[in-house]
């Protein structure tokens, strides 16, 4: 649903000179999450690092 408001609402990937380069190995962004016991959302972080080839995914706020 994220990539879809992305890509057809907010126009994010028409124009890719506009776009932030990925010139550092490590992207953090933030995602909505579905609890478990509630149809609530809440923001979560996450880290992708192409060097490690991992993401690191943070349940809890935290600075990073």
């Known amino acids: 649903m994220q990539f879809i408001r ?9 124009f890719p000179d506009k ?3 990925y010139s550092t190995n ?8 579905r609890g478990k016991e509630k ?3 809440k923001p979560r972080t996450f880290t992708i690092n ?3 080839n991992c993401i ?4 809890k ?3 990073l």
Do not use: H, N, W
Not at 26 to 32: I, S
Not at 56 to 59: G, I, L, M
């Open 39 to 41: 149809d609530s959302y």
């Open 56 to 59: 690191q995914y943070y349940v």
């Open 6 to 14: 992305a890509k057809y609402m907010r126009k994010e990937f028409v």
């Open 19 to 21: 776009q932030s380069p």
């Open 26 to 33: 490590a992207k953090t962004g933030t995602l909505m999450k």
């Open 61 to 63: 706020s935290q600075v």
């Open 50 to 52: 192409s060097m490690e």
